[in-house]
């Protein structure tokens, strides 16, 4: 059964409840470490419970919510090994996974994205991670940025 790893903080309890709910229906297992209420949780304690959960191994992605999807973007992107996007369309969600094989993808909960969320997370997970030359060679490049992996 394929895996994904959930975390979110209380700004995007709704939209993880939502994305994780479609997941199940998709036939993946959902480990959601997330909080569940709206009450005020930090979101870099959840984005590191997070990622050190998916670094441990068989998960086929990841991701992370919080108000805007940016805070915890940007947290799981300084996080060594981990790679989140943030897409805010189909397209955006299909072109990183084809182009940038993130380990994450982030939504904003309190976004008002101009396609569904749902479908947009299905974009991403219908792509497939490109090996094209082009595209290697490129994601090596970021790699070497700052010894990420």
Not at 56 to 78: D, S
């Amino acid at each position: 059964m394929k895996k994904v790893v959930i975390g979110n903080d209380h700004g995007g309890v709704k939209i993880a409840e939502k994305l994780g709910k479609h997941l199940q229906e998709l036939g993946y297992s959902v480990n959601w470490l997330g909080t569940r209420t709206e009450d005020p949780v930090d979101y870099p304690d959840i984005v590191k419970v997070t990622t050190d959960e998916y670094k441990k191994g068989g998960y086929e992605f990841g991701i992370l919510c919080c108000g805007t999807g940016i805070g915890v973007t940007i947290n799981a992107n300084k996080t060594q090994g981990i790679w989140c996007a943030l897409p805010q369309n189909c397209f955006a969600a299909k072109a990183t996974k084809e182009h940038n094989h993130p380990d994450f993808i982030a939504f904003g909960g309190r976004i008002d994205y101009p396609e569904d969320p749902i479908a947009i997370l299905d974009a991403f997970i219908d792509a497939e991670n490109l090996q094209e030359p082009r595209h290697l060679r490129r994601l090596e490049k970021l790699k070497k940025l700052d010894g990420h992996f």
